[in-house]
């Protein structure tokens, strides 16, 4: 059977859509899945066992230009690639009208999707052949797994969430104990202070390990440093791969993360990881899985300033026993 699934972006909603088809593969041997994704999530659907073929988009890229020649060509390209092969069954995970109209649309194959109460955006519905209706009072990774279970009609699975991309990473040798600080995100209001981090990577070191401090623009770069400054325990790592982020991730004794893609990252390779929430309510999109810890502030604003580092030091310390 083959079939395609379009789930374009974001990294976070990538990784949420593998647990569904590890359940399809388990339940369907035969199964073999395409991928339509934004090209600069490309890897992550290839570490997945069941994918065969990923199938990279720009919408995002292409918006900035939509009428110019070059994104014209491209997208002429992407659809000839698209329709060369016709599904089995076509699964729109996003369920938004960018997806749907764009993407699915233009699929080969019956088209399932979240129906008209349950899509994020109702009206994306209209592209489908086949409608679900899917709870949304759940985690986001639940919803995704029963609209695969209903679009490929085999039962919903009870087993725990199974990413099935942690064996295709091993970590490298490291003499010394380290811990990530997953600081960098994409809003102001959920970063935690540098004053906070700063002091957390504080307690690390005097507790004898390693901090290593990734990031993605100049700004998260510089501050990263600032974070370490005169810490010569701590280390900001060089701009490194999605895979090669990975690799860090997965040889480290324990994460700290906040709201961003890399906190799903984490715990899709199953890394002890505690994650750090202000207005986000993790119980819908949260990290999900084994080794993962959640702190949310409790504060009236849910501003996550009043989540402290030495708070955060001693939830930390079950996850460095794992």
């Known amino acids: 059977m083959q079939v395609l699934i379009v789930k374009t972006s974001s990294m976070g909603d990538i990784l949420h859509t593998l647990p569904a088809l590890t359940d399809a593969m ?17 890897q992550i659907p290839t570490w997945h066992p069941a994918v065969r073929q990923v199938i990279p988009v720009a919408l995002r890229r292409w918006r900035k230009n939509w009428f110019g020649m070059a994104a014209r060509q491209e997208r002429d390209n992407f659809k000839r690639h698209l329709q060369q092969e016709l599904y089995d069954v076509v699964i729109d995970t ?31 519905s209209w592209f489908y052949h086949q409608r679900h209706k899917i709870g949304k009072q759940q985690h986001a990774i639940e919803r995704i797994r029963q609209l695969l279970s209903a679009s490929l009609c085999y039962p919903i699975s009870t087993a725990p969430v199974d990413y099935a991309i942690a ?3 091993t970590p490298k040798p490291d003499n010394e104990a380290y811990l990530v600080f997953l600081h960098a995100t994409t809003r102001p209001d959920k970063e935690w202070p540098e004053s906070h981090w700063r002091k957390l990577i504080q ?10 401090l990734l990031w993605g623009t100049e700004y998260e770069q510089l ?27 997965v040889g480290a004794k324990a994460i700290v993360s906040v709201d ?7 715990a899709a390779l199953n890394c002890p ?44 310390q079950p996850l460095l026993t794992t």
Not at 203 to 212: D, Q
């Open 167 to 169: 064996d295709y990473f």
């Open 26 to 42: 388990q339940a369907l041997p035969e199964i073999c899945f395409d991928w339509v994704v934004e090209e600069d999530f490309l």
């Open 94 to 124: 996003q369920g938004l009208m960018k997806s749907a109209a764009f993407v699915t649309r233009l699929a080969r194959g019956e088209k399932h999707g979240l129906d008209f109460t349950s899509a994020r955006e109702p009206f994306a």
């Open 223 to 249: 501050r990263a440093r600032r974070m370490i400054n005169g810490c010569c325990t701590a280390q900001v790592l060089p701009l490194l791969t999605l895979r090669e982020v990975a690799l860090q991730l």
């Open 273 to 316: 990881n505690l994650t750090l929430y202000g207005k986000t309510n993790p119980k819908r999109i949260g990290v999900y899985g084994r080794n993962q810890q959640v702190l949310r502030s409790n504060a009236s604003n849910n501003n996550i300033e009043y989540l402290t580092a030495k708070h955060v030091w001693r939830l930390l």
């Open 260 to 266: 961003t893609g890399l906190s799903h990252l984490a």
């Open 203 to 212: 307690h690390a070191s005097a507790a004898g390990y390693h901090i290593k």
